[in-house]
């Protein structure tokens, strides 16, 4: 009806073997399919069979946080081109909703030392849902019926770990990280659940490579519990990681020979170099995010956080600023995906800490060296065993242009 289409030509147009859903708004259409995979209507029509998997992934993580908010989708009953249908709204159908925030008040995402737009990721319950308890239908009871469903069988989008009680773990795995299967938007890391963020939404989206979970926010006590800010502190200002992550970036052109390069582009890799240079402990607190309460105004863990929280905000424009700068006076896109080239996260990576009472427990720097070594994407592919793994997340068009190693230039002479 959106699209022009009066009620009885959408519903015969529903009722017909052809895809429809680029007619609907992604949020709506996500909603229609948990409904239809709760109510178990999928096969009733046609046009859910084109619809493309990462919507369905979006449904099941939706219904997963119902589930974990004991609420339940609305009716999905069969379709009529009636007019009792719109007969049969309530008034209240009509009024302005309005967001209920006192439920969450106690929570504050700056509190839980997250950046601001991290809050949609960790925070379980999507707006779609919020929204479908306040709408007040008749349809949302089954008509003439008091039977509940059939459950339905949710499984497959949680690991095997994810779907037992934290305190049935063992201390076996409580120690595991999971590696997601296709599919699954659920699994454990080191007995925390973790999550994808919502797969349809581009508005969410990681950079491409980069860890793109975030912890299941009713595990964040779990999480916050692990911290240890004197371990941090050490770490912080004895090990000195990000100025290690500088010294061993790689410092070779692999896509382009330097005497291809334009003048601005030579520039633009000289200025990236200072900017990763001066910037580069920014860098590595936003692939490193670890959880933890701020404390007091005066507590060391507050400082920590402020400081950590103004560079993520402020280093994360000021990138953006400058790629958009150099793309205007003509840098190409392949220079953005050279390896010494860092990127800056679109969102923050989770650097989930281990769990105390695991089977084997690491100080904080040995967890550091293992994750380090899982996921070479947080130290900006440096360390990965062959050039393969450095580019895989590279566009397969770029990655053709692959300089063979001990042909290479180096990226740049403007910083040691």
Not at 13 to 27: A, G, I, M, N, S
Not at 90 to 114: T, Y
Not at 199 to 206: D, E, F, I, L
Not at 333 to 347: D, I, L, N, R, T
Request: hydrophobic share 35%.
């Amino acid at each position: 009806m959106c699209s022009g289409v009066f009620l009885k030509g959408a519903v015969s147009w529903l009722q017909e073997d052809r895809p429809v859903h680029t007619r609907f708004c992604q949020d709506d259409l996500v909603e229609m399919s948990s409904r239809m995979m709760f109510w178990n209507q999928l096969s009733e029509s046609h046009w859910p069979k084109y619809v493309p998997e990462r919507y369905y992934l979006a449904a099941e993580a939706l219904l997963d946080d119902m589930e974990e908010q004991k609420v339940q989708p609305l009716f999905w009953g069969g379709l009529s081109a009636t007019w009792d249908t719109e007969e049969e709204l309530l008034p209240e159908d009509f009024e302005p909703e309005q967001d209920d925030k006192s439920k969450d008040a106690d929570w504050n995402a700056a509190d839980e030392g997250m950046p601001a737009e991290d809050v949609s990721e960790v925070e379980s319950v999507p707006e779609s849902v919020t929204t479908s308890k306040q709408r007040k239908r008749r349809g949302s009871q089954i008509p003439g019926s008091d039977q509940p469903p059939a459950k339905r069988s949710r499984g497959g989008s949680r690991s095997l770990l994810a779907q037992k009680e934290y305190s049935k773990l063992t201390a076996a795995e409580k120690a595991m990280v999971e590696s997601p299967e296709d599919g699954m938007v659920t699994w454990r890391h080191h007995g925390i659940r973790v999550k994808h963020a919502d797969p349809s939404s581009t508005k969410n989206s990681q950079t491409p490579g980069f860890p793109a979970y975030s912890p299941n926010r009713h595990d964040l006590d779990l999480l916050k519990a692990r911290f240890d800010p004197e371990a941090l502190h050490h770490l912080l200002t004895q090990v000195l990681p990000w100025r290690q992550m500088y010294d061993d970036r790689v410092q070779e052109l692999y896509f382009h020979r330097l005497e291809d390069l334009s003048a601005d582009e030579v520039t633009f890799q000289d200025e990236m170099v200072e900017f990763m240079n001066g910037n580069s402990r920014a860098f590595w607190n936003a692939l490193h995010w670890v959880m933890f309460l701020p404390g007091d105004a005066d507590s060391l863990t507050y400082k920590t956080h402020t400081r950590r929280r103004r560079a993520q905000e402020s280093v994360s424009k000021r990138a953006a600023t400058l790629a958009k700068r150099h793309k205007w006076n003509g840098v190409r896109e392949s220079s953005f995906h050279e390896p010494g080239v860092w990127k800056y996260p679109a969102k923050v990576c989770h650097w989930i800490l281990e769990d105390p009472s695991a089977l084997q427990s690491h100080s904080l720097e040995e967890q550091l060296h293992r994750l380090d070594a899982a996921e070479p994407a947080r130290l900006q592919w440096a360390h990965c065993a062959s050039d393969d793994d450095r580019i895989a997340h590279v566009p397969a068009e770029i990655r053709s242009m692959l300089i063979p190693a001990g042909q290479r230039d180096l990226i740049s002479d403007a910083a040691p």
